[in-house]
């Protein structure tokens, strides 16, 4: 059980990190030069959102939080939307898929137990 622990907590690292960095590079080298609905504020509050909740998820499982649980749901929620308004928009494929498969790896960390290191 524990190596599965691990397994997800690595999964659910990398996700949160590869998300933080795809919706960041989007907005920035994607969003900003279309304008347009892609920098409507509701949608780029949105990608900065799953930016910010992704590196923080990131760094609290990386730190073995006590809260990593609770932020890992959160970070979920964030992602579905932010994965739906950029779907919505269109022509942000990399940026769709990284929320997904962080929203995913979260739900997996919020139903598990403690994470790694914590009592």
């Not at 892609?38 to 760094?59: D, G, P, Q, S």
């Not at 929620?77 to 498969?101: F, L, P, Q, T």
């Amino acid at each position: 059980m524990e190596n599965a622990k691990n397994t997800d907590l690595e999964a659910a690292i990398s996700a949160c990190s590869n998300c933080y960095q795809t919706c960041l590079r989007t907005a920035m080298n994607h969003c900003l030069p279309a304008g347009g609905r892609h920098v409507e504020t509701e949608h780029f509050r949105l990608m900065m959102n799953c930016v910010e909740i992704c590196k923080a998820t990131a760094n609290f499982h990386l730190s073995s939080s006590a809260f990593s649980k609770k932020l890992s749901a959160l970070c979920a929620e964030v992602c579905d939307a932010c994965a739906k308004s950029c779907e919505d928009i269109g022509g942000m494929n990399d940026c769709v898929s990284a929320c997904r498969e962080c929203a995913e790896c979260c739900r997996r960390m919020d139903v598990a137990t403690q994470p790694v290191g914590v009592p």
